[in-house]
Protein backbone atom coordinates (compact mmCIF):
# COMPACT_ATOMS: atom_id res chain seq x y z
CA UNK A 1 0.00 0.00 0.00
CA UNK A 2 0.90 3.49 -0.89
CA UNK A 3 0.22 5.12 2.67
CA UNK A 4 3.11 3.35 4.53
CA UNK A 5 5.77 4.25 7.10
CA UNK A 6 7.69 6.71 4.82
CA UNK A 7 4.62 9.18 4.62
CA UNK A 8 5.37 12.01 6.16
CA UNK A 9 3.04 13.37 8.96
CA UNK A 10 3.97 16.37 10.31
CA UNK A 11 0.35 16.76 10.71
CA UNK A 12 0.18 15.28 13.87
CA UNK A 13 2.13 14.80 16.89
CA UNK A 14 4.17 12.12 18.58
CA UNK A 15 1.29 12.11 21.40
CA UNK A 16 -1.45 11.82 18.50
CA UNK A 17 0.41 8.35 17.52
CA UNK A 18 0.27 7.23 20.96
CA UNK A 19 -3.32 7.44 21.38
CA UNK A 20 -3.99 6.44 18.04
CA UNK A 21 -2.35 3.67 18.76
CA UNK A 22 -4.13 3.35 22.20
CA UNK A 23 -7.38 3.56 20.63
CA UNK A 24 -7.41 1.08 18.10
CA UNK A 25 -6.33 -1.24 20.62
CA UNK A 26 -9.47 -0.39 22.93
CA UNK A 27 -11.47 -0.38 19.92
CA UNK A 28 -10.22 -4.00 18.96
CA UNK A 29 -11.30 -4.92 22.24
CA UNK A 30 -14.91 -3.28 22.04
CA UNK A 31 -15.38 -4.56 18.92
CA UNK A 32 -15.13 -8.82 20.27
CA UNK A 33 -18.48 -8.13 21.98
CA UNK A 34 -19.89 -5.15 20.06
CA UNK A 35 -20.12 -5.77 16.81
CA UNK A 36 -23.15 -6.05 14.65
CA UNK A 37 -24.04 -9.78 13.33
CA UNK A 38 -24.30 -8.83 9.39
CA UNK A 39 -24.29 -11.38 6.47
CA UNK A 40 -20.91 -9.90 5.02
CA UNK A 41 -19.20 -10.30 8.50
CA UNK A 42 -19.19 -14.13 7.73
CA UNK A 43 -16.89 -14.19 5.11
CA UNK A 44 -13.57 -13.66 4.51
CA UNK A 45 -14.33 -13.83 0.34
CA UNK A 46 -13.32 -10.57 -1.29
CA UNK A 47 -16.02 -10.65 -3.29
CA UNK A 48 -18.52 -11.03 -1.07
CA UNK A 49 -16.80 -8.40 0.61
CA UNK A 50 -16.31 -6.14 -2.16
CA UNK A 51 -20.15 -6.21 -3.40
CA UNK A 52 -21.29 -5.34 0.53
CA UNK A 53 -18.45 -2.86 0.58
CA UNK A 54 -19.79 -1.21 -2.34
CA UNK A 55 -23.63 -1.73 -2.17
CA UNK A 56 -23.30 0.53 1.58
CA UNK A 57 -21.64 3.61 0.34
CA UNK A 58 -24.87 5.72 0.75
CA UNK A 59 -26.94 2.86 1.60
CA UNK A 60 -28.18 1.98 5.22
CA UNK A 61 -27.25 -1.30 6.52
CA UNK A 62 -30.50 -2.68 6.57
CA UNK A 63 -31.75 -1.68 3.18
CA UNK A 64 -28.40 -3.32 1.67
CA UNK A 65 -29.29 -6.63 3.34
CA UNK A 66 -31.53 -7.48 1.15
CA UNK A 67 -29.93 -6.24 -2.04
CA UNK A 68 -26.39 -8.79 -0.77
CA UNK A 69 -28.46 -11.58 -0.45
CA UNK A 70 -30.00 -11.40 -3.80
CA UNK A 71 -27.09 -10.02 -6.07
CA UNK A 72 -24.98 -12.88 -4.58
CA UNK A 73 -27.46 -15.53 -5.57
CA UNK A 74 -27.64 -14.44 -8.68
CA UNK A 75 -24.04 -13.60 -9.46
CA UNK A 76 -22.32 -15.90 -6.44
CA UNK A 77 -19.01 -15.40 -7.70
CA UNK A 78 -16.43 -12.75 -9.87
CA UNK A 79 -16.96 -15.09 -13.14
CA UNK A 80 -20.99 -14.77 -12.61
CA UNK A 81 -20.68 -11.21 -12.93
CA UNK A 82 -17.86 -10.81 -15.29
CA UNK A 83 -20.53 -12.76 -17.91
CA UNK A 84 -23.49 -11.22 -16.85
CA UNK A 85 -25.29 -9.00 -18.91
CA UNK A 86 -25.47 -5.46 -17.64
CA UNK A 87 -29.11 -5.32 -17.47
CA UNK A 88 -29.07 -7.90 -14.88
CA UNK A 89 -26.79 -6.14 -13.18
CA UNK A 90 -28.53 -2.37 -13.25
CA UNK A 91 -31.68 -4.83 -12.60
CA UNK A 92 -29.94 -6.59 -9.06
CA UNK A 93 -29.18 -2.65 -8.49
CA UNK A 94 -32.56 -1.30 -8.90
CA UNK A 95 -33.13 1.09 -5.91
CA UNK A 96 -30.07 1.72 -4.95
CA UNK A 97 -29.14 4.33 -7.09
CA UNK A 98 -25.81 5.48 -8.08
CA UNK A 99 -25.66 2.89 -10.87
CA UNK A 100 -22.03 3.83 -12.19
CA UNK A 101 -20.92 1.95 -9.25
CA UNK A 102 -22.71 -1.33 -10.54
CA UNK A 103 -21.76 -0.47 -14.31
CA UNK A 104 -18.03 -0.17 -12.47
CA UNK A 105 -18.94 -3.83 -10.58
CA UNK A 106 -19.09 -5.46 -14.07
CA UNK A 107 -16.01 -3.84 -15.20
CA UNK A 108 -14.19 -4.81 -12.46
CA UNK A 109 -15.28 -8.42 -13.09
CA UNK A 110 -14.25 -8.31 -16.41
CA UNK A 111 -10.24 -6.82 -15.05
CA UNK A 112 -10.05 -9.63 -12.91
CA UNK A 113 -10.72 -12.23 -14.87
CA UNK A 114 -8.19 -10.69 -17.94
CA UNK A 115 -5.78 -9.49 -15.60
CA UNK A 116 -5.44 -11.59 -12.74
CA UNK A 117 -6.73 -14.91 -14.48
CA UNK A 118 -10.16 -14.79 -12.32
CA UNK A 119 -8.76 -14.60 -9.41
CA UNK A 120 -9.26 -11.66 -6.93
CA UNK A 121 -5.92 -9.43 -6.44
CA UNK A 122 -4.36 -10.04 -2.42
CA UNK A 123 -2.87 -6.08 -2.15
CA UNK A 124 -3.82 -2.78 -1.97
CA UNK A 125 -2.03 -1.22 -4.61
CA UNK A 126 -3.87 -4.17 -7.15
CA UNK A 127 -7.61 -3.67 -5.59
CA UNK A 128 -7.19 0.08 -5.87
CA UNK A 129 -6.46 -0.51 -10.00
CA UNK A 130 -9.82 -1.99 -10.57
CA UNK A 131 -12.92 -0.09 -12.12
CA UNK A 132 -14.62 1.73 -9.55
CA UNK A 133 -12.48 1.18 -6.41
CA UNK A 134 -11.07 3.92 -4.69
CA UNK A 135 -8.45 3.98 -1.77
CA UNK A 136 -11.27 3.61 0.76
CA UNK A 137 -12.90 0.54 -0.85
CA UNK A 138 -8.96 -0.87 -1.81
CA UNK A 139 -8.19 -0.43 2.35
CA UNK A 140 -10.95 -2.15 3.57
CA UNK A 141 -11.37 -5.25 1.10
CA UNK A 142 -7.59 -5.59 1.75
CA UNK A 143 -7.87 -5.52 5.32
CA UNK A 144 -11.22 -7.22 5.96
CA UNK A 145 -10.82 -10.19 3.60
CA UNK A 146 -6.91 -10.56 3.71
CA UNK A 147 -5.87 -9.41 6.81
CA UNK A 148 -3.44 -6.22 5.52
CA UNK A 149 -2.90 -2.94 7.72
CA UNK A 150 -4.57 -0.91 5.02
CA UNK A 151 -6.68 1.41 6.55
CA UNK A 152 -10.58 2.37 4.74
CA UNK A 153 -11.09 6.48 5.97
CA UNK A 154 -14.54 7.58 5.23
CA UNK A 155 -16.36 10.13 6.46
CA UNK A 156 -17.51 7.69 9.69
CA UNK A 157 -13.51 6.85 10.10
CA UNK A 158 -13.03 10.68 10.25
CA UNK A 159 -15.47 11.85 12.33
CA UNK A 160 -14.75 9.41 15.08
CA UNK A 161 -11.03 10.49 14.70
CA UNK A 162 -10.98 14.40 14.21
CA UNK A 163 -13.01 13.66 17.70
CA UNK A 164 -10.65 11.47 19.37
CA UNK A 165 -7.60 13.61 18.49
CA UNK A 166 -9.94 17.13 19.53
CA UNK A 167 -8.25 17.67 15.76
CA UNK A 168 -10.24 20.71 13.72
CA UNK A 169 -9.28 19.97 10.12
CA UNK A 170 -11.37 20.25 7.84
CA UNK A 171 -12.53 16.57 6.91
CA UNK A 172 -14.02 17.39 3.54
CA UNK A 173 -10.05 18.08 2.10
CA UNK A 174 -8.49 15.83 0.43
CA UNK A 175 -5.05 16.13 2.50
CA UNK A 176 -7.11 15.58 6.11
CA UNK A 177 -7.90 12.56 4.63
CA UNK A 178 -4.58 11.64 3.40
CA UNK A 179 -2.81 12.58 6.87
CA UNK A 180 -5.63 10.44 8.92
CA UNK A 181 -5.06 7.40 6.37
CA UNK A 182 -1.27 8.00 6.96
CA UNK A 183 -1.31 8.14 10.96
CA UNK A 184 -3.20 5.24 11.06
CA UNK A 185 -1.51 3.03 9.13
CA UNK A 186 1.57 4.02 10.87
CA UNK A 187 0.06 2.58 13.87
CA UNK A 188 -2.29 -0.69 12.06
CA UNK A 189 -1.47 -3.86 14.11
CA UNK A 190 0.13 -6.61 12.20
CA UNK A 191 -2.64 -8.93 13.17
CA UNK A 192 -6.41 -8.53 13.29
CA UNK A 193 -6.66 -6.26 10.76
CA UNK A 194 -10.01 -6.69 9.72
CA UNK A 195 -11.34 -6.45 12.71
CA UNK A 196 -9.72 -3.00 13.45
CA UNK A 197 -11.11 -1.78 10.06
CA UNK A 198 -15.02 -2.47 10.84
CA UNK A 199 -14.22 -1.56 14.56
CA UNK A 200 -13.55 2.08 13.66
CA UNK A 201 -16.93 1.65 11.09
CA UNK A 202 -18.51 0.19 14.07
CA UNK A 203 -18.03 2.92 16.42
CA UNK A 204 -18.68 5.87 13.38
CA UNK A 205 -21.85 3.63 12.93
CA UNK A 206 -23.19 3.01 16.39
CA UNK A 207 -21.76 5.11 18.96
CA UNK A 208 -19.73 8.20 17.61
CA UNK A 209 -22.67 8.98 15.26
CA UNK A 210 -23.11 12.58 13.49
CA UNK A 211 -24.90 15.75 14.00
CA UNK A 212 -23.57 16.44 17.24
CA UNK A 213 -25.11 13.75 19.26
CA UNK A 214 -22.78 10.70 20.00
CA UNK A 215 -23.21 8.50 22.75
CA UNK A 216 -20.44 9.46 24.68
CA UNK A 217 -21.79 6.99 27.67
CA UNK A 218 -21.40 4.01 25.73
CA UNK A 219 -18.33 4.38 23.96
CA UNK A 220 -15.12 2.81 25.12
CA UNK A 221 -13.02 5.47 24.20
CA UNK A 222 -14.49 8.13 26.95
CA UNK A 223 -11.39 7.79 28.96
CA UNK A 224 -9.43 9.39 26.17
CA UNK A 225 -11.13 10.71 23.69
CA UNK A 226 -9.68 14.85 23.68
CA UNK A 227 -12.74 16.10 22.81
CA UNK A 228 -15.13 14.62 25.12
CA UNK A 229 -12.63 15.68 28.07
CA UNK A 230 -12.23 19.48 26.29
CA UNK A 231 -15.63 20.03 25.91
CA UNK A 232 -15.70 20.20 21.42
CA UNK A 233 -17.60 17.01 20.72
CA UNK A 234 -20.23 18.85 19.15
CA UNK A 235 -18.35 21.18 17.21
CA UNK A 236 -16.19 17.95 15.86
CA UNK A 237 -16.05 17.19 12.99
CA UNK A 238 -15.00 20.32 10.93
CA UNK A 239 -16.76 20.06 7.33
CA UNK A 240 -17.07 23.18 4.99
CA UNK A 241 -20.25 23.07 3.42
CA UNK A 242 -21.23 21.74 0.25
CA UNK A 243 -22.61 24.20 -2.78
CA UNK A 244 -26.16 24.04 -2.41
CA UNK A 245 -28.08 21.60 -4.93
CA UNK A 246 -29.55 23.34 -8.40
CA UNK A 247 -33.00 22.43 -8.55
CA UNK A 248 -34.57 20.93 -12.14
CA UNK A 249 -38.06 20.62 -12.82
CA UNK A 250 -39.40 18.38 -15.23
CA UNK A 251 -42.83 17.09 -16.73
CA UNK A 252 -42.78 13.16 -16.91
CA UNK A 253 -45.63 10.75 -18.06
CA UNK A 254 -46.74 7.79 -17.72
CA UNK A 255 -47.62 7.18 -21.21
CA UNK A 256 -49.37 3.73 -21.68
CA UNK A 257 -51.02 2.32 -25.02
CA UNK A 258 -53.27 -0.56 -24.36
CA UNK A 259 -51.37 -3.16 -22.12
CA UNK A 260 -47.92 -1.53 -22.63
CA UNK A 261 -45.72 1.19 -21.20
CA UNK A 262 -43.30 3.34 -23.07
CA UNK A 263 -40.14 4.05 -21.38
CA UNK A 264 -36.70 5.32 -23.39
CA UNK A 265 -32.89 5.09 -22.53
CA UNK A 266 -31.50 7.64 -21.12
CA UNK A 267 -27.83 9.30 -23.13
CA UNK A 268 -24.49 7.53 -21.81
CA UNK A 269 -23.61 11.08 -20.66
CA UNK A 270 -24.00 12.66 -17.13
CA UNK A 271 -26.82 11.62 -14.68
CA UNK A 272 -28.66 7.91 -14.59
CA UNK A 273 -26.59 7.80 -18.27
CA UNK A 274 -27.54 4.91 -19.68
CA UNK A 275 -30.53 3.76 -17.69
CA UNK A 276 -34.58 3.33 -18.53
CA UNK A 277 -36.73 5.63 -17.60
CA UNK A 278 -40.49 7.47 -18.37
CA UNK A 279 -40.68 9.94 -21.14
CA UNK A 280 -39.92 13.49 -19.84
CA UNK A 281 -39.18 17.00 -20.73
CA UNK A 282 -37.75 20.07 -18.99
CA UNK A 283 -39.78 22.47 -17.30
CA UNK A 284 -43.29 22.04 -15.97
CA UNK A 285 -45.72 21.91 -19.10
CA UNK A 286 -49.29 23.36 -18.57
CA UNK A 287 -51.75 20.82 -19.77
CA UNK A 288 -52.62 22.42 -22.92
CA UNK A 289 -48.61 22.16 -23.63
CA UNK A 290 -48.91 18.70 -22.66
CA UNK A 291 -52.25 18.14 -25.11
CA UNK A 292 -50.38 19.36 -27.73
CA UNK A 293 -47.27 16.91 -27.58
CA UNK A 294 -49.45 13.72 -28.53
CA UNK A 295 -52.43 12.63 -30.14
CA UNK A 296 -55.08 10.41 -30.27
CA UNK A 297 -55.31 10.75 -26.61
CA UNK A 298 -57.50 8.74 -24.47
CA UNK A 299 -57.56 10.09 -21.00
CA UNK A 300 -54.64 12.85 -19.63
CA UNK A 301 -54.53 13.50 -15.86
CA UNK A 302 -52.09 14.70 -13.17
CA UNK A 303 -51.00 11.86 -10.86
CA UNK A 304 -48.63 13.53 -8.80
CA UNK A 305 -45.97 15.93 -8.01
CA UNK A 306 -42.37 14.44 -6.59
CA UNK A 307 -39.20 15.18 -5.77
CA UNK A 308 -36.04 13.28 -6.10
CA UNK A 309 -33.12 14.49 -4.31
CA UNK A 310 -29.64 13.21 -6.11
CA UNK A 311 -26.31 14.35 -4.82
CA UNK A 312 -25.50 17.61 -6.50
CA UNK A 313 -28.80 18.04 -8.36
CA UNK A 314 -32.89 17.61 -7.24
CA UNK A 315 -35.68 17.37 -9.57
CA UNK A 316 -39.12 18.60 -8.90
CA UNK A 317 -41.27 16.56 -11.39
CA UNK A 318 -45.16 16.55 -12.09
CA UNK A 319 -46.52 13.87 -13.83
CA UNK A 320 -49.36 12.56 -15.91
CA UNK A 321 -51.03 9.31 -17.15
CA UNK A 322 -51.22 9.83 -20.57
CA UNK A 323 -53.69 7.23 -22.45
CA UNK A 324 -53.14 6.96 -26.39
CA UNK A 325 -54.50 5.26 -28.83
CA UNK A 326 -51.65 4.30 -31.26
CA UNK A 327 -47.94 3.87 -29.88
CA UNK A 328 -45.64 6.51 -30.78
CA UNK A 329 -42.25 5.17 -32.48
CA UNK A 330 -39.65 7.21 -30.02
CA UNK A 331 -40.59 5.04 -27.76
CA UNK A 332 -39.66 1.03 -26.46
CA UNK A 333 -43.09 -0.40 -25.55
CA UNK A 334 -43.45 -3.12 -22.74
CA UNK A 335 -46.20 -4.72 -21.00
CA UNK A 336 -45.98 -4.15 -17.15
CA UNK A 337 -44.54 -7.80 -16.20
CA UNK A 338 -41.91 -7.18 -18.68
CA UNK A 339 -40.73 -3.93 -17.10
CA UNK A 340 -40.88 -5.45 -13.58
CA UNK A 341 -38.73 -8.57 -14.71
CA UNK A 342 -35.92 -6.85 -17.18
CA UNK A 343 -36.13 -2.97 -16.67
CA UNK A 344 -34.29 -1.07 -13.82
CA UNK A 345 -36.11 2.08 -13.19
CA UNK A 346 -34.62 4.61 -11.19
CA UNK A 347 -35.83 5.40 -7.77
CA UNK A 348 -36.74 8.57 -9.59
CA UNK A 349 -39.42 7.66 -11.33
CA UNK A 350 -40.79 4.53 -9.30
CA UNK A 351 -43.10 6.84 -6.93
CA UNK A 352 -44.99 7.65 -10.81
CA UNK A 353 -44.53 4.14 -11.94
CA UNK A 354 -45.94 2.73 -8.88
CA UNK A 355 -49.10 4.68 -9.43
CA UNK A 356 -49.85 3.24 -12.96
S1 LIG B 1 -16.30 9.78 23.64
FE1 LIG B 1 -17.96 10.60 22.44
S2 LIG B 1 -17.03 11.95 20.96
FE2 LIG B 1 -15.40 10.71 21.81
S3 LIG B 1 -15.21 9.02 20.39
FE3 LIG B 1 -16.61 8.36 21.97
S4 LIG B 1 -18.66 8.86 21.21
FE4 LIG B 1 -17.16 9.99 19.96
Not at 2 to 27: C, G, N, P, R
Not at 91 to 107: H, P, T
Not at 168 to 173: A, E, G, R, Y
Not at 309 to 320: D, G, L, R, S
Amino acid sequence: MKQTKEKDITAYSKEDLELTEEVLQKLLLWYQSARRDLPWRKTKDPYCIWISEIMLQQTRVEAVKEYYHRFLKVLPTVSHLAEASEETVLKLWEGLGYYSRARNLKKAAQQIISEHNGEFPRNFDAIRKLSGIGDYTAGSISSIAFDLPTPAVDGNVLRVMSRVLNDFSDITLTKTKKDMTALLSLVYPQKQCGDVTQSLMELGAMVCIPNGQPKCEECPLTDCCRAKQEGTVEQLPVKTEKAKRKTQKKTVFLLQCGEEYALRKRTEKGLLSGMWELPNCEGIFTEKQIASLFSNVLLAEKIGSYRHIFTHIEWEMECYRIIIAEKLPDYVWETEATIKEKYALPAAFRPFWEKR
